[in-house]
């Protein structure tokens, strides 16, 4: 079954919306978690690295203040889209590991993201 | 920008064939994994081969790794129509603090 549960699936709104996108860790505890925007046809892209009780470590190029990402807990990291504009519609995906260095990542189903 | 290029871009065979897709990379590595994906879903974790590794084997999966050549290769026997879906490597540099870097993904079509 699922380690990482994502939610929403899809989401469809206005241009000027935030849009908040959870990521849940299922029966594990994740210190870390990352998050990736996906275009169509092309490969995964990280914009962050999710990190319980302190700052998210973004990616060159990705705007803080425009994708807001909350590590509260050892299960939960959220995403916010703050003001999205029809240029961050995208896919995008979280994932976490479970243990050492050489086990693989889990990744939620992805969230659609529409903005109108 | 990403780490992992592979090839080809797009792979489509007959059932029964078997599919290879390749993969390089520029850096050390912990370890290189391959992921799969179908259309507008998540990955799903495919096989883990580590630095120390040459091949491992999953079923009808076969991974070989050359640290030399800094490549990898996925080959997939006896393909089947349900094996239709877009193949990424991902490597877990050393020093990258966990995180993976994905290559640009082979899309594999089997038709039945």
């Known amino acids: 079954g699922a380690v990482v549960s994502q939610h929403p699936s899809r989401v469809i709104c206005k241009s000027g919306t935030s849009v908040k996108i959870e990521c849940r860790s299922l029966?594990?505890?994740?210190?870390?978690m990352f998050w990736y925007r996906q275009f169509p046809k092309q490969s995964l892209m990280l914009m962050a690295t999710?990190?319980?009780?302190?700052?998210?470590?973004?990616e060159q190029g990705v705007e803080k203040d425009k994708f807001l990402i909350n590590h509260a807990s050892l299960t939960l990291s959220t995403l916010t889209v703050t003001s999205a504009h029809p240029e961050d519609s995208s896919f995008y995906i979280c994932?976490?590991?479970?243990?050492?260095?050489?086990?693989?990542?889990?990744f939620g189903d992805g969230t659609r993201l529409s903005i109108l | 920008s990403q780490q992992g290029e592979e090839d080809p871009q797009a792979l489509s065979i007959q059932e029964g064939e078997n599919a290879t897709m390749n993969c390089s990379y520029k850096t050390s590595i912990n370890n290189l994994q391959w992921y799969r994906q179908n259309s507008g879903r998540g990955l799903v974790h495919l096989i883990l081969?580590?630095?120390?590794?040459r091949e491992k084997h999953s079923g009808r999966l076969r991974v070989t790794l050359d640290t030399s050549k800094k490549s990898s290769s996925l080959l997939i026997t006896a393909s089947r129509a349900a094996d239709t879906a877009s193949y990424f490597c991902?490597?877990?540099?050393?020093?990258?603090?966990?995180?993976?870097?994905f290559g640009g993904g082979t899309r594999l079509m089997v038709k039945p």
């Open positions: 029966d594990f505890q994740a210190t870390t």
């Open positions: 999710s990190n319980e009780g302190s700052k998210a470590t973004y």
């Open positions: 994932s976490a590991r479970i243990g050492g260095v050489h086990q693989p990542q889990h």
């Open positions: 991902a490597t877990d540099a050393k020093d990258a603090g966990n995180m993976l870097t």
């Open positions: 081969i580590r630095s120390n590794e």
